[in-house]
């Protein structure tokens, strides 16, 4: 199986920046994408940003202030989030999927982003 392993939550002042990164260990085949999604209290999880054939897609409520990129040597995603507001506090879960042999899909332990004064 594949293991994500995330880093760079914390807590920020609102208009903070931090960068999340999620390193994927063990074997894989094929092309595969990745995304961020986040889930705060009382809320469902939603997607926040995805990479997928070098198209990125972006939640609207982040749009203009989230960046996704990854390095597929290191096999690893990242996630630049500036102009952080309390509303985006929320466990930020990094998510890999692919299609080969068969369809699979893989979440991080999800980190923690708070964001407040």
């Known amino acids: 199986q594949v293991q994500l392993v995330e880093s760079g939550g914390g807590l920020v002042q609102p208009g903070g920046s931090l960068r999340l990164s999620c390193a994927a260990s063990?074997?894989?085949?094929?092309?595969?994408?990745m995304g961020w999604y986040r889930q705060a209290p009382g809320k469902q999880r939603e997607l926040v940003a995805d990479?997928?054939?070098?198209?990125?897609n972006y939640a609207d409520s982040v749009k203009g202030r989230f960046t996704i990129s990854s390095d597929n040597a290191r096999k690893t995603v990242y996630l630049q989030m500036n102009s952080l507001k309390p509303e985006d506090t929320a466990v930020y879960y990094c998510?890999?999927?692919?299609?080969?042999?068969?369809?699979?899909?893989?979440w991080g332990q999800g980190t923690q982003v708070t964001v407040s004064s």
């Open positions: 998510n890999l999927r692919g299609i080969w042999p068969k369809t699979w899909n893989y």
């Open positions: 063990g074997t894989f085949f094929g092309t595969v994408d």
């Open positions: 990479i997928s054939g070098g198209d990125t």
